[in-house]
């Protein structure tokens, strides 16, 4: 088995208007979302999937708190897991919205795997998506590796492409203890996108975000990581 083991990590909180999450709802509805990166050991890699918001610039703040204990910073999550940032040689970022991929600047040793159009449009994206990227947060030291669509990272981990959300939004699969462990990114921040159809506020296609969610839903024997949801937090696998 290629896989060692999974384990959901932290990097605390940050609000938003939970009408970013669910299209047409919570408007003026303030959410404490979790930030919650997951890491995959393999016989080969440390791969962290999402690296949470970090540290934001001053202008984010007034429109975002973030809330963590020091023990809840990503750093010291890896660290409970017996593991420094060094030792992380692979980063999955479902995409590259500023709450999923602030930390990366961590991980100058690792490989950044993205979907390509995912990269490109970072750089320059569309008026209405600039304010979720934030350059200095994605372009970092350390490598990317660009797919494009489905990605075999290694026996039992896998990308699959869930656009919508994003242009190049993707999650992982990782197969563990008979389960099929769906990191979902943003495609599903709470279990009502998947459960009631329902896409994301923020959204880039909201045809393909639809789709996604069907993608996901076609998974068989299922364990859905839902990237927002703060009643998740202590999922054992
Ligand atoms: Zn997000």
Known sequence: ?????VKLLTDGYFTLDKSFLVFGKYQGTK???????L?????KENIIVDTGV???????????DVIRTHEEELGNSLKK?????????????THLHFDHCGNNRLFPNSKF??????IRYAYFPDRFMRVSYLRPFFDVEGDYLPVHGKYEIEDGVEVLPTPGHTIGHQSLVVKWKGRNIVYAGDAAPLPENIEKRNITGMIYSGSQGLESI???????NPVYIYSHDNEQLKVEF
Do not use: C
């Open 81 to 93: 897991n017996g593991l420094r940032p060094e030792d992380i040689t692979m980063v999955v970022n």
């Open 31 to 37: 959410y404490k979302a979790a930030l919650k990166p």
């Open 39 to 43: 890491l995959v050991r393999t016989e």
């Open 54 to 64: 970090g540290n934001l610039p001053p202008n984010y703040q007034k429109f975002h």
């Open 113 to 118: 795997l993205v979907q390509i159009d995912e």
């Open 214 to 220: 069907d993608t996901l839903r076609r998974i068989e």
């Open 1 to 5: 088995m290629a896989v060692i083991d």
